[in-house]
């Protein structure tokens, strides 16, 4: 038997034939929601990325569907308890993509202390910014992390090597394991008024919804930097927006934001202050193939009944 794969929004190319032999992947990249409607009844699982949803009504026309996998780590696309009530195993891959957003998160960080796009832009223009672009150093500034998970930890062993003092908050883990990673937990107002530089490493969920908000931003020290690269609607738009405008923010290394792509005239986006990536952290050639590999795994082991290193529900 073969088990029949969707795929919505493509894959990279999977060399393994063991891992393919007892597959079929259809490769449907694009496909629409009526089309997936349409196909879904025939399908034994399905793999998504962040672009395609599944939900209630998709899970009712599943009535073959045995798992749905998400490339990547955020399942925010997925309707798990519709998932869960229908029976449908749901699986990520969150280790495939930990480099490559930790990596993205640390060069927002150069980019802003160092101003490198305004620098680019006048050599581009052909000016000469020396003067202009005096920036500051990431050695001995205090990085607050919120989140401890995978992303979170590969910042924290790259802030360490800047030889950056590193605050933490919003982990359930016991201080003491936090602790053996080099970082200090610390409560929600004493990490808003030490970091000189907060980074945002959790999911957007409702305890996570605008954590980052006015009130929030208030109790910042002035001058702070914000670097988005987990999910938008963790960070509120609005009030970053004034926070940037007012100086209370320094600057803003954002990959995500809350509609993804940004309307027209985006505000948020375009500000001077904002170097903005498009949702690019796990963007990588070896992010992908990694993430390509370890979900088609997972969703195999889950349709053979195999023990599960990521099940979701």
Do not use: C
């Amino acid at each position: 038997m073969r088990w029949k794969i969707l795929l919505t929004d493509g894959l990279s190319e999977i060399s393994d034939p063991d891992l393919l032999a007892s597959v079929e992947l259809i490769d449907r990249k694009g496909i629409s929601p009526e089309e997936l409607l349409d196909v879904i009844p025939e399908m034994d699982a399905v793999i998504v990325r962040g672009r395609t949803k599944i939900t209630d009504e998709v899970l009712t026309k599943a009535t073959n569907l045995k798992v749905a996998g998400r490339m990547g780590v955020g399942v925010d696309n997925i309707d798990l308890k519709a998932a869960e009530a229908h029976g449908v195993t749901v699986v990520n891959a969150p280790v495939s993509t930990t480099v490559s957003v930790a990596e993205l998160t640390l060069g927002l960080m150069l980019s802003l202390i160092r101003s490198i796009p305004k620098a680019d832009a006048g050599m581009k223009a052909e000016q000469w910014l020396k003067k202009d672009l005096v920036g500051t150093e990431l050695y001995k500034k205090t990085l607050g992390i919120i989140g401890f998970g995978n992303i979170a930890k590969a910042v924290l062993q790259r802030a360490l090597a800047f030889d950056m003092k590193v605050i933490t908050y919003g982990s359930s883990k016991p201080q003491d394991e936090i602790r053996s990673f080099g970082a200090e937990p610390v409560s929600f107002d004493e990490f808003l008024a030490q970091s000189d530089i907060i980074t945002l490493h959790v999911p957007h969920k409702p305890q996570t919804h605008y954590l980052l908000n006015a009130e929030a931003f208030s109790k910042m020290k002035d001058g702070v930097l914000i670097i988005d690269a987990s999910r938008g609607g963790v960070v509120e738009g609005s009030a970053l927006l004034d926070a940037l405008n007012s100086g209370k923010v320094a600057g803003a290394g954002l990959d995500v934001f809350e509609a993804e792509p940004p309307a027209a005239g985006d505000l948020l986006s375009t500000h001077p202050k904002v170097v903005a990536t498009p949702h690019i952290g796990a963007q990588t050639a070896e992010a992908q193939l990694r993430a390509g590999f370890d979900i088609v795994e997972e969703v195999v082991a889950a349709l053979e009944g195999k023990p599960l290193r990521w099940k979701i529900v």
